[in-house]
């Protein structure tokens, strides 16, 4: 059973380019979260979202971010104009359902770095 | 201050010794769970721990919750040179499906 899968690993993108991170849950697994976490800090929640569905994007940038999580293929973490403040690690997690008061855990990718030149 | 800080920041322990981090926070939480995170790399579930629970065991590790004060702490026994990593806790708060992370802990294991 594959885990959270992340491409690409390593994204360089020069200013004003758009860059595009891609996430495919653990099988089974219909809950996504990004985060963003910068050189030295934890992990800052961006967006929760299901299939087809944001959940909550109380962590987005009102600018320039989007994400969605269409019925097929990966969540797609999607980044426009890119600018240097944007340069960190972006990692995806997955959970089997939303509701942790159970117990659930939700489990990571490798993320994604990356780097505005 | 953000929910869920870690302390100290950076502990630096000799191979064998016990490293003991802390994590407090601010909100009613479900769950509070601690991840390892080695550099680069991307974060490993080390152990939940529910709000109705005091202490768990997972191997080498052992954590402990008091609500009453709002806090955890992760103490990992007999520290091996891998251990090294950052530490992070991540508390589920009642209301939400979101995780927040604290700052972090970096532990240095010299071997």
């Known amino acids: 059973n594959a885990g959270v899968m992340q491409n690409p690993r390593h994204l360089v993108r020069r200013r004003g380019q758009e860059a595009r991170l891609r996430c495919s849950p653990m099988k089974g697994h219909s809950h996504v979260y990004w985060y963003r976490q910068l050189p030295e800090e934890g992990l800052k929640f961006m967006v929760y979202l299901q299939k087809e569905n944001i959940i909550d994007e109380s962590g987005m940038p009102k600018e320039r971010f989007s994400a969605e999580f269409p019925k097929e293929g990966p969540s797609i973490l999607r980044i426009q104009q890119v600018v240097r403040g944007d340069s960190a690690a972006y990692f995806c997690?997955?959970?089997?359902?939303?509701?942790?008061?159970?117990?659930?855990?939700?489990?990571f990718g490798e993320g994604s770095w990356l780097t505005v030149v | 201050s953000q929910q869920g800080e870690e302390d100290p920041q950076a502990l630096s322990i000799q191979e064998g010794e016990n490293a003991t981090m802390n994590c407090s926070y601010k909100?009613?939480?479900?769950?509070l769970q601690w991840y390892r995170q080695n550099s680069g790399r991307g974060l490993v579930h080390l152990i939940l721990?529910?709000?109705?629970?005091r202490e768990k065991h997972s191997g080498r590790l052992r954590v402990t919750l008091d609500t009453s004060k709002k806090s955890s702490s992760l103490l990992i026994t007999a520290s091996r040179a891998a251990d090294t990593a950052s530490y992070f806790c991540?508390?589920?708060?009642?209301?939400?499906?979101?995780?927040?992370f604290g700052g972090g802990t970096r532990v240095l294991v010299k071997p």
């Open positions: 909100t009613s939480i479900n769950n």
């Open positions: 991540a508390t589920d708060r009642a209301a939400g499906n979101k995780l927040t």
């Open positions: 997690a997955s959970s089997p359902s939303g509701s942790r008061s159970s117990g659930n855990t939700i489990y």
């Open positions: 721990i529910r709000s109705n629970e």
